[in-house]
């Protein structure tokens, strides 16, 4: 049998390989170079693909990982800071990851330029947040953004913007890789143009393709010319992943004196991050493993908050030094995530991407730290652009804090239905955002609308039923309510 599948893995890599070289000849000639690397990416991928069977962990071998392989925040905060902080801040590089587009919460282009609060982006408070930086200490704290072809254009007709502001700002883009026909396991694209009926035939291969494209781009090597070492990392949605200068502090000035090539901050998991991936010790390395590695068998103890108790944040700092040396060597491993889709006329294909993460087990003496939960804010719904633009939090220098009037330092779990998926429907649906500052649980369902002034509290759930509609008056006070049925204000 094995010796029939080998024949037949065979075919499908000559298969690929000559597919592969027919939408290459059709690239341009200044396009050509740029291609041939990003098929070249894919091709090697593709090939660990079909070498790879089931899911990629062996759950015997999973281990917790050892008490001191993931340090506590507060230990880092403990020793202060130095004098010379500047001349640590000078080390930095800040890279946003800014792949995506806001098509999950109804928007067209870049996710980064939805506004989530006072009519600030996420690419603007991103760059308040390092302008900020850059005054404060007189330094030189550079601005990365890891565009993909999707997102590309857009964010550099809005960069302009900024050229007044204390920061320079650098761009590059992730790979664009085929999409893959489920059945054939051939390329959908015919050559490689992304416009008209070929844009469904490209994808950017998830944030692990940082590496590489970092790399290729020669914009590591500039950096590493002008004197920088590491790298801080996150989600441009991520409104919590600031840069920390304590955790910089530790990795510039180790207690140990043996630096650290990659710290990934985790945090601890509440019931709603059950899917989240988590650091564990896999044959005497620290090993990121996400649920899609999971047997089936045993999902169920994975999400367990008890076994597993935190989850990566997707904030890490890297050297760069060591990502060049990687990469020369071509020896950063990461675990293929195959994304299943079906796109728009039914066809179903597969994506091959990797995690920015689960390269930590090729780095030398990684480091889990376990950060307070306020570092990890993710807007991935208009549920959680509600937290972001209430008075739970106050907006300084393009950061959010937790207000301190909220006596409790989580935030309300809050499940809006459908009628508010789409930012524009949310806004329409709020004529103010309601005060929150006390507020456990709010769920709301089907077609309601609040007015000026809401205070909600407690625990507040508002369902309509099909056909109904319930307006929330102005200056209305919800506190543990259930309310249901019909309610209409009228104008008088």
């Not at 693909?49 to 340090?71: A, C, H, M, N, T």
Request: with cysteine; hydrophobic share 35%; glycine share 6%.
């Amino acid at each position: 049998m094995s010796q029939f599948q080998e024949v037949i893995r065979q075919e499908l890599e000559y298969s690929m390989k000559m597919d592969l070289e027919k939408i290459l000849a059709t690239a341009p000639q200044n396009e050509l170079e740029h291609t041939q690397k990003d098929l070249e990416g894919f091709q090697k991928l593709f090939h660990r693909f079909l070498q790879e069977k089931g899911p990629s962990v062996d759950w015997g071998k999973i281990q917790r990982p050892p008490e001191d392989s993931i340090q506590p925040y507060e230990k880092m905060k403990a020793r202060g800071l130095p004098d010379n902080i500047a001349s640590v801040l000078n080390k930095l590089v800040v890279v946003k990851l800014n792949g995506g587009l806001g098509t999950s919460m109804g928007c067209k282009g870049p996710k980064s330029l939805i506004s989530v609060r006072n009519e600030n982006t996420f690419l603007d408070l991103t760059v308040q947040q390092i302008e900020h930086l850059n005054k404060t200490y007189n330094t030189d704290v550079p601005l990365v953004l890891m565009n993909s072809f999707n997102t590309d254009e857009d964010t550099k007709k809005i960069l302009q913007k900024y050229s007044h502001c204390r920061l320079k700002i650098y761009t590059f883009n992730q790979s664009r890789y085929p999409r893959v026909n489920k059945e054939s396991l051939l390329p959908i694209a015919k050559d490689v143009s992304y416009t008209g009926e070929n844009t469904e035939a490209w994808y950017p291969p998830g944030h692990g393709d940082i590496y590489a494209s970092f790399y290729n781009s020669g914009l590591l090597n500039t950096l590493i010319d002008e004197g920088k070492e590491y790298i801080f990392v996150s989600n441009i949605d991520n409104l919590g992943a600031t840069v920390d200068l304590y955790i910089l502090n530790h990795l510039m000035n180790p207690p140990n004196g043996k630096r650290c090539e990659f710290v990934m901050e985790v945090t601890d998991k509440t019931r709603a991050d059950v899917k989240g991936g988590t650091l564990t010790q896999y044959e005497g390395k620290l090993r990121l493993v996400e649920i899609a590695q999971v047997p089936k068998a045993h999902v169920d103890e994975f999400k367990s908050v008890s076994k597993f108790k935190i989850f990566n944040t997707n904030n890490l700092w890297i050297s760069l030094s060591a990502i060049k040396r990687l990469q020369k060597q071509n020896a950063i491993d990461m675990e293929i995530i195959v994304n299943s889709k079906t796109l728009d006329g039914g066809l179903n294909v597969i994506q091959l991407e990797t995690a920015v993460g689960a390269a930590i087990k090729s780095f030398e003496n990684s480091l889990g730290i376990n950060v307070p939960r306020s570092r990890f804010l993710p807007v991935k719904t208009t549920s959680d652009l509600l937290l972001v633009m209430s008075n739970l939090y106050s907006l300084n220098a393009g950061s959010l804090t937790m207000s301190e009037k909220r006596e409790f330092p989580t935030v309300p779990l809050v499940k809006l239905g459908s009628s508010f998926t789409k930012v524009q429907d949310y806004l329409r649906r709020f004529e103010s955002i309601p005060d929150m500052l006390e507020l456990d649980h709010l769920t709301v369902s089907g077609d309601v609308t609040f007015g000026k002034n809401v205070a909600l509290k407690g625990t507040v759930i508002i369902i309509a039923n099909h056909g109904d509609r319930i307006d929330i008056p102005p200056g209305a006070v919800l506190e543990n309510k259930i309310v249901s049925g019909n309610l209409r204000i009228l104008d008088h």
